[in-house]
Structures are given as structure tokens and as C-alpha cells.
């Protein structure tokens, strides 16, 4: 039982978290070494794009857009912002000119950690809901409506609650922060 909620949460947290700062680190150290800094700086632009892409999930979850499998759309968010995060980080770098940045940056983090904490705990509420999966099998459902049927199910479990208090509110404040921070580089646009 132990062994299996390491191999099956912890590892795989541990294992993303660690990619992502490799990632980063290897990223930072690559444009630099090629001279490519500028790329870096430009980085946070389809990484924030690729993140506010993601966030269709949140438009089909609550019913604004109706197209769109709810499932494909979760692991678009999983993979979109974990890449969007990945390039903002990078964009981030070491360099530090102004605190709004590092707090938006900081802020993105706790979101991008709190989605993975949540993801693997969403991932034990699925098995809690395979019991539900197979008495709808039972009662004769197709695959389909079943799928259907247990989904928001799973999503919805006192597990998944718990988490959200982090990760939904730190959404807000990062984006607030990053507004604040790409309406000041608006501002003071110099780049060179
Ligand atoms: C910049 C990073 C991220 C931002 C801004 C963000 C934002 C959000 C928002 C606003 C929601 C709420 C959707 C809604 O209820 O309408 C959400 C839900 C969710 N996010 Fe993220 N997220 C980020 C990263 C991640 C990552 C890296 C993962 C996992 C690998 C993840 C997994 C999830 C999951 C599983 C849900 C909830 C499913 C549900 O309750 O319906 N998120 N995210």
C-alpha cells in the first residue's frame, strides 16, 4: 500500500517537479551559452499564450463552450501549462530587475505545483470512481455514457475540494501579478 502511493503519486510528483527546474536550469544555460538571451526574453509570450490556451478546460467545466471532450481538454491543461510554465520560467531566468515579475513568477510556481498535487490526487479519486464505473457497466450503460456519467464524478471528490482552495485563488493572483507585469512593460516598452 505504501509502496504503491510512492511509486504512484510521490515518484511521478517529484519526477515533474524536477523535470520542470532541469528544464529550466538546461534552457537558462543553453540560450546563454548560444548567445540567444534575446529568445528568452520574447519566451514569455507563447508561454503565456499556451497558458491562457489551456484554460479552455475552465470554459467547458463551466458550461460556457459546449464543444470539446472534458477529459482531452483536463490533459491539455495538465500538458499546455506545465509547458507554458516551463517557457515563462526560462523567460524568468536570473534576472532580476523588478519584485512584480518574481511575484508573478512565484505565484506561478505555487499553481503549476499545486495542479500537479491536485492531478495526482485526482488520480485517486479515479480509482475511488472505477467501483461507480463498473455498476454503471452493470446497469447496462455504453462506454460512453458511462465515461460520462463518472467523470465529473471523480472531479468533484472532497480530495479534489481540499486542493482547490490552493490552486484556483493562486490562479487570480498570479494573474493579476502578471497583468500588473505585462502592462508595465507596455508602458515602458524599450526593448532593444
Ligand atoms: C500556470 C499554471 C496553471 C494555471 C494558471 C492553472 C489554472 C487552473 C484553473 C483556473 C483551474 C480551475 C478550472 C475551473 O474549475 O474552472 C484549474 C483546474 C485544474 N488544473 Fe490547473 N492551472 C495550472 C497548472 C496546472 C498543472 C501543471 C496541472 C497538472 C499537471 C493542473 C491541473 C489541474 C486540474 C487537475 C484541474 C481541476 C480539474 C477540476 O477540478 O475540474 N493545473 N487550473
Not at 536550469?25 to 519566451?43: I, K
Not at 526560462?90 to 519584485?99: L, P, Q
Not at 461507480?132 to 446497469?139: A, K, P, S, V, Y
Request: include cysteine.
Amino acid at each position: 500500500m505504501a509502496d504503491s502511493l510512492w511509486r504512484n503519486h510521490i515518484l511521478p510528483f517529484t519526477f515533474l517537479v524536477g523535470l520542470l527546474a532541469a528544464c529550466t536550469l538546461a534552457g537558462d544555460y543553453l540560450l546563454h551559452r548560444l548567445n540567444l538571451v534575446w529568445v528568452g526574453r520574447y519566451l514569455g509570450i507563447p508561454g503565456t499564450i499556451l497558458i491562457i490556451g489551456s484554460l479552455i478546460y475552465s470554459l467547458r467545466k463551466r458550461k460556457f463552450i459546449t464543444a470539446g471532450n472534458p477529459k482531452s481538454l483536463l490533459t491539455l491543461h495538465e500538458f499546455g501549462t506545465w509547458l507554458g510554465s516551463l517557457m515563462v520560467l526560462i523567460h524568468a531566468g536570473i534576472h532580476f530587475n523588478a519584485i512584480l515579475p518574481w511575484l508573478a513568477t512565484v505565484a506561478m510556481g505555487i499553481n503549476v505545483i499545486s495542479g500537479m498535487v491536485g492531478k495526482l490526487l485526482l488520480d485517486q479519486s479515479r480509482r475511488h470512481v472505477q467501483g461507480q464505473r463498473e455498476h454503471f457497466q452493470l446497469r447496462g450503460l455504453s462506454k460512453s455514457e458511462v465515461e460520462k456519467a463518472v467523470f465529473w464524478d471523480a472531479v468533484t471528490l472532497d480530495a479534489m475540494n481540499q486542493w482547490r482552495r490552493v490552486h484556483i485563488p493562486i490562479f487570480v493572483v498570479f494573474a493579476v501579478l502578471a497583468l500588473g507585469h505585462i502592462a508595465s512593460i507596455f508602458l515602458f516598452w524599450s526593448w532593444s
